[in-house]
């Protein structure tokens, strides 16, 4: 059994910067996809980065260049840097472990960005 916990979410301004964190903890082996996925209400979870193993990127094309997925595999760990946040990243935003092609699911964590 894999569990992930998130941190991090929040309330912030337009412009602003948070950070999330999830770590994962349970029956988990080296080969994994990490990732960071979102729903705003009234639309579908849509991925907004991921990160394998061996540190390959994926980023939903509306926040490359202002967030940046990391993870610190001693720990089992993935970080979401988001920088420059807009309204429209409103949402909450729930981590995702792809292990041997099981997907995992954190509780989410609440992002909002307003004035």
């Known amino acids: 059994q894999v569990q992930l916990v998130e941190s991090g979410g929040g309330l912030v301004q337009p412009g602003g910067s948070l950070r999330l964190s999830c770590a994962a903890s349970g029956s988990i082996f080296n080969i994994y996809v990490m990732g960071w996925y979102r729903q705003a209400p009234g639309k579908q979870r849509e991925l907004v980065a991921n990160?394998?193993?061996?540190?390959?990127?994926k980023y939903e094309a509306s926040v490359k260049g202002r967030f940046t997925i990391s993870r610190d595999n001693t720990k089992n760990t993935v970080y979401l840097q988001m920088n420059s946040l807009k309204p429209e990243d409103t949402a909450v935003y729930y981590c995702?472990?792809?292990?041997?092609?099981?997907?995992?699911w954190g509780q989410g964590t609440q992002v909002t960005v307003s004035s």
């Open positions: 995702n472990l792809n292990l041997g092609g099981v997907g995992y």
């Open positions: 990160i394998a193993y061996g540190g390959s990127t």
